[in-house]
């Protein structure tokens, strides 16, 4: 290697990973952003044929900002108020599993005090939750701001970027425009068919929840939701026990009323809507689901629910790309 290549590789090495350092503090929100440039660019190739590029894009980052990002930061703040609260009143003795320790008691003949292991473990969780949560809700204020920032320019400049990105790629245009349309068609599969019903499956259990009277109903809603992108458990190991708690209880008709609605409206909602909304998109295999969604949320974050599926199901496109590509350099 000439001693200028080797320069010019160093150089580009050592920016990259300045490059990845600058962006992994908000990876989360750049990812945010590009969800956001799937969903609305269909809206953006009507409107700019209309209003021009620069205009449609800023009308879209105010939609954007008053219909999905406020509310989103509003249900990530109001269950980031709901877990503390819960662990608040864990810690304080205001929950606790006495009915539970009963029955065990009752049919094992043993005493066990799970509230007092429980209270534990919330104090515990709680020190630091207090502790970071100046410093998350500023992130946070941050993080928006970028991702409506990055929003914009997206959808503006998405066609220079593309042709940019064709230039420098070491594949032919056709091979490239297969590869960018497969990956396009698993994030819609992936965004729609599983996430949307996710949402649906999540919102409606919640209902249940807050029907039946089960406090901090805003946080078991959103693990309900993530819960729901899991296929057969799903967010039955959330309304499952809330209805053997509230049976536990005493409060049969409430029990019941919510094990019904679990198990006929959301188990519907799943088995009616997800065949629809997947056929029309995509099949992914549901081990793809599983392992990207627990892997993405481990290695990325919460946006690792939309893009974990998405990488594994990049790999296989990738795959086969270059299989292809190969292939008729083989034959040529």
């Given at each position: 290697?000439?001693?200028?290549?080797?320069?010019?590789?160093?150089?580009?090495?050592?920016?990259?990973?300045?490059?990845?350092?600058?962006v992994l503090p908000f990876l989360n929100f750049f990812l945010l952003a590009v969800l956001l440039t799937v969903l609305f660019l269909p809206v953006q190739k009507r409107l700019e044929d209309r209003m021009g590029?620069?205009?449609?894009?800023?009308?879209?980052?105010?939609?954007?900002?008053?219909?999905?990002?406020?509310?989103?930061?509003?249900?990530?703040?109001?269950?980031?108020?709901?877990?503390?609260?819960?662990?608040?009143?864990?810690?304080?003795?205001?929950?606790?599993?006495?009915?539970?320790?009963?029955?065990?008691?009752?049919?094992?003949?043993?005493?066990?005090?799970?509230?007092?292991?429980?209270?534990?473990?919330?104090?515990?969780?709680?020190?630091?939750?207090?502790?970071?949560?100046?410093?998350?809700?500023?992130?946070?204020?941050?993080?928006?701001?970028?991702?409506?920032?990055?929003?914009?320019?997206?959808?503006?400049?998405?066609?220079?970027?593309?042709?940019?990105?064709?230039?420098?790629?070491?594949?032919?245009?056709?091979?490239?425009?297969?590869?960018?349309?497969?990956?396009?068609?698993?994030?819609?599969?992936?965004?729609?068919?599983?996430?949307?019903?996710?949402?649906?499956?999540?919102?409606?259990?919640?209902?249940?929840?807050?029907?039946?009277?089960i406090p901090n109903a805003t946080f078991w809603t959103a693990v309900m939701t993530v819960l729901s992108l899991l296929p057969i458990v799903g967010s039955f190991l959330v309304w499952g026990p809330a209805a053997?708690?509230?049976?536990?209880?005493?409060?049969?008709?409430?029990?019941?009323?919510?094990?019904?609605?679990?198990?006929?409206?959301?188990?519907?909602?799943?088995?009616?809507?997800?065949?629809?909304?997947?056929?029309?998109?995509?099949?992914?295999?549901?081990?793809?689901?599983?392992?990207?969604?627990?892997?993405?949320?481990?290695?990325?974050?919460?946006?690792?629910?939309?893009?974990?599926?998405?990488?594994?199901?990049?790999?296989?496109?990738?795959?086969?790309?270059?299989?292809?590509?190969?292939?008729?350099?083989?034959?040529?």
């Amino acid at each position: 290697m000439r001693p200028s290549k080797s320069v010019f590789l160093f150089t580009f090495i050592v920016l990259l990973a300045l490059t990845v350092a600058h962006v992994l503090p908000f990876l989360n929100f750049f990812l945010l952003a590009v969800l956001l440039t799937v969903l609305f660019l269909p809206v953006q190739k009507r409107l700019e044929d209309r209003m021009g590029a620069g205009k449609s894009a800023m009308a879209i980052v105010l939609v954007s900002s008053v219909t999905v990002v406020l509310p989103f930061v509003y249900v990530v703040r109001q269950t980031a108020s709901d877990a503390i609260g819960l662990l608040r009143d864990i810690s304080e003795g205001n929950v606790t599993l006495a009915p539970l320790e009963e029955r065990i008691q009752d049919l094992a003949g043993r005493n066990v005090d799970l509230t007092s292991s429980l209270q534990s473990a919330a104090s515990d969780v709680q020190v630091d939750s207090v502790v970071n949560v100046v410093g998350a809700i500023t992130h946070t204020s941050i993080g928006v701001g970028l991702t409506l920032f990055l929003l914009f320019y997206f959808l503006k400049d998405r066609e220079e970027f593309f042709e940019w990105l064709r230039a420098r790629m070491p594949l032919p245009d056709d091979t490239q425009s297969e590869y960018y349309d497969e990956l396009d068609r698993i994030l819609k599969a992936v965004l729609f068919g599983h996430v949307l019903v996710a949402l649906v499956q999540g919102l409606l259990a919640g209902l249940g929840l807050i029907v039946v009277g089960i406090p901090n109903a805003t946080f078991w809603t959103a693990v309900m939701t993530v819960l729901s992108l899991l296929p057969i458990v799903g967010s039955f190991l959330v309304w499952g026990p809330a209805a053997v708690y509230l049976f536990l209880n005493g409060q049969l008709t409430l029990a019941v009323g919510l094990f019904a609605w679990g198990a006929i409206v959301v188990g519907f909602s799943d088995d009616y809507l997800r065949p629809i909304v997947v056929d029309r998109y995509a099949k992914i295999n549901p081990s793809v689901i599983i392992i990207g969604v627990l892997g993405g949320i481990y290695v990325i974050g919460f946006m690792g629910i939309f893009y974990g599926p998405v990488v594994i199901g990049m790999l296989k496109v990738t795959v086969d790309a270059f299989a292809d590509e190969f292939a008729v350099e083989e034959v040529d």
